[in-house]
């Protein structure tokens, strides 16, 4: 038998190695990986909805949480923690709620942070950190908050960060750094990021500032980190999404922009990297998801559209994908 050539070999194995690849995604789906579903707040339907990242066209959701037991009063944004719980924060009613994670449907929270003691008011994000607490950003009074792992209840939160030292103004979003620690706000009054260091509380000021007529931010809403570490930020205002370097600091220029070619009008809210930097986009005025590949930049056309009837979007805000925060995870 003859052998075969040294640039033949390596070919046929990319292949088989390719088919490989391709099988395990498959067997992935088909065995229901959490963490290729992306979850949506729809603030319009009182929904959370969740869809495969291969979803396209008018797509109806894989499973939904929804209904009078769910206490979902205008959800602004899902933050689903692998194998633990789901949480929520309500903007309607001042409250963050908890699911069982895996439990859809019209099912009961297990978890119900909310009451004068709380300081919860006019909540716009929320997020665990590495020692699972559970941060909230409430947009009304200017204040970001920290609860315990075990919070449930009328309870007071653990880290409250407010004053006039803070910077915060309208704060729409944030996003924690798992590597870091670090706080990122997004400010919709001041068009403005500023970033807290972790274990940051009271009135205190933040270590660094992102604001400025070069930064391009425009009522900037849901930021998340990359696979590189880069701060992405939804900018509905300015109808793009902005990519800031590492240690962007100051009246400094995004590194890149993201908008969609040929759209006539495109509002980003709420943005979630999978794994792979695959990114999604949710655009509450066409009430809408599109998913870009990973490294998008300038002009870009989607790889898939996410809208119609059968979807169940309705005012689509912030996104959330699985995230496993008992084990170390990147940014």
């Known amino acids: 038998m003859k052998a075969i050539p040294t640039g033949a070999r390596m070919r046929a194995f990319r292949a088989v190695a ?6 395990a995604a498959a067997a992935a789906r088909s065995a229901g990986d959490e963490t290729a579903f992306v979850q949506v707040a729809n603030a319009g339907a009182n929904t959370i909805t969740f869809y495969h990242l291969d979803a396209n066209g008018d797509a109806a959701p894989s499973t939904r949480i929804g209904g009078p037991k769910t206490r979902l009063d205008a959800p602004q944004r899902v933050f689903p923690v692998t194998g633990v719980r789901l ?10 709620t908890g699911y069982p994670y895996g439990q859809t449907g019209d099912v009961a929270p297990t978890v119900i942070i909310a009451g004068p003691r709380t300081g919860i008011h006019g909540p716009t994000a929320i997020q665990l950190d ?8 409430n947009g009304a009074s200017d204040a970001l908050d920290g609860f315990a792992p075990d919070a449930n209840g009328d309870v007071a939160p653990r880290y409250h960060i407010a004053g006039s030292k803070t910077g915060l103004d309208r704060p729409a979003s944030f996003h924690i750094s798992f590597r870091t620690g670090e706080i990122y706000v997004a400010n919709r009054g001041s068009n403005a990021i500023v970033v807290f260091a972790a274990g940051s509380d009271g009135n205190v000021a933040p270590e660094t500032r992102i604001a400025g007529p070069k930064t391009g931010l425009s009522a900037p809403a849901q930021l998340e980190q990359d696979g590189q570490g880069h701060l992405w930020v939804a900018n509905p205002g300015g109808r793009d999404l902005l990519e800031f370097a590492n240690g962007a600091s100051g009246n400094v ?7 969609i070619a040929g759209a006539a009008g495109f509002h980003p809210y709420g943005i979630a990297f999978d794994t792979h930097d695959v990114l999604i986009v949710s655009d509450p005025v066409a009430q809408t998801l599109y998913r870009f590949a990973p490294q998008s930049h300038g002009a870009a056309r989607p790889q898939a559209i996410v809208r119609g009837r059968r979807t169940g979007l309705a005012t689509p805000l912030e996104l959330g994908i699985p995230q496993p925060i008992a084990t170390p995870i990147p940014n």
């Open 130 to 137: 590495r020692d699972q607490n559970v941060w909230v950003t």
């Open 253 to 259: 220029a995004p590194i890149a922009v993201l908008t």
């Open 18 to 23: 390719a088919i490989g690849l391709l099988a």
């Open 87 to 96: 949480y929520v924060a309500n903007r309607g009613d001042d409250s963050i």
